[in-house]
């Protein structure tokens, strides 16, 4: 028996061992946010009910986004506040929510970006402009599902 072989017939080993002991236990995506889960995922990429103060939290980073970074900005506090609100659900309405609340959040950028282009038509993102524009928007989208 070759060298190439013995490895070969280690790793195989390994991994029917690493089979044995996961059988019959959900699939855990060991490069995937932690506490999310894939199993029975389906299509996750639905608008799922979600707390609505975590909507009205998100709308107001979007706000925040627009009024402080002109539309721009690193994504971190909202990302945290998803991450948060998802981590307190079951695992398999996780992916879902996040889903929701990251659409809702976009939908919101793309409306006050909308807007302000609206009143400025050489405004675009990361530019400035004068964010008392934003007092006379209309209010939001409706995230009722």
Known sequence: MTITQMVQNQQQQRIGEISQRTQGRPHVNPYGTP???LNDAGDY???VPVDEGVVRQVKQIALSHMKNGYGVSD???VSAVIRDYAMSLSPEKRLSASWTLNEIFHREAV???EFVH???PSW???KPF???ILDHCPQGIDTRI
Do not use: I
Request: aromatic share 4%.
């Open 124 to 126: 675009d993102w990361g």
């Open 35 to 37: 506490g999310m889960s």
């Open 118 to 120: 609206q009143q400025d």
């Open 111 to 113: 409306r006050l970006g």
């Open 45 to 47: 990429r639905k608008m």
């Open 75 to 77: 994504g971190e506090d």
């Open 130 to 132: 004068d964010t008392s």
